[in-house]
């Protein structure tokens, strides 16, 4: 599998996001391995969502075990629009909040490289301005003296 050369691996995707479950998603978690990532982290949501608006989840003996489609079935059926709307959100904010580090630090380092190539050209244009100017100068000055030197030893052997 190759990945996309735009893609960043500093991002992290929305499973990754939701991976951290709360206290009470772990054992349903962990008891299904072979769980695909997002059937894993849809049920992490589920849970996750449940506590955010104060349901509290039915884990009942059998269901401690239930696996990660069970739970996304079970919230898909029983959850309210509410629930579903409190679960966005939260999600929302937290991938925000992952997100916002990152981004603050990319954007700094391209700034940084951004400016850092405008100055070294600036730099470039006004050593080669400088030079030649200097050049021209030195060149006038020289010149001057030069003449000045040989009219007044021309005065002298008058």
């Known amino acids: 599998m190759t990945q996309d050369p735009v893609f960043d ?3 992290p995707v929305l499973t990754e996001v ?4 709360p206290a009470a998603a772990a054992p349903a978690t962990a008891a299904a391995p072979a769980a695909t990532a997002p059937a894993a982290a849809a049920a992490t949501a589920a849970t996750a969502a449940t506590a955010a608006v104060g349901a509290t989840p039915q884990t009942h003996g059998a269901d401690a075990a239930e696996s990660p489609e069970a739970l996304e079935r079970r919230a898909a ?7 579903w709307s409190v679960m966005e959100r939260r999600l929302t904010e937290r991938v925000l909040q992952q997100l916002q580090g990152r981004i603050d630090f990319v954007l ?8 850092a190539e405008a100055v070294d050209k600036a730099m470039t244009g006004f050593s080669a301005e400088i030079r030649t100017s200097l050049h021209e100068s030195l060149g006038q000055v020289v010149s001057r003296a030069v003449s000045q030197e040989i009219a007044h ?5 008058k």
Do not use: C, F, K
């Not at 939701?18 to 479950?21: E, L, M, Q, S, T």
């Not at 059926?77 to 629930?83: L, N």
């Not at 700094?108 to 400016?115: A, S, V």
């Open 108 to 115: 700094e380092q391209r700034l940084r490289d951004g400016i």
């Open 9 to 11: 691996a500093s991002i």
């Open 18 to 21: 939701v991976a951290d479950p």
């Open 77 to 83: 059926e029983r959850w309210s629009g509410e629930q």
């Open 153 to 157: 030893l021309q005065t002298l052997g």
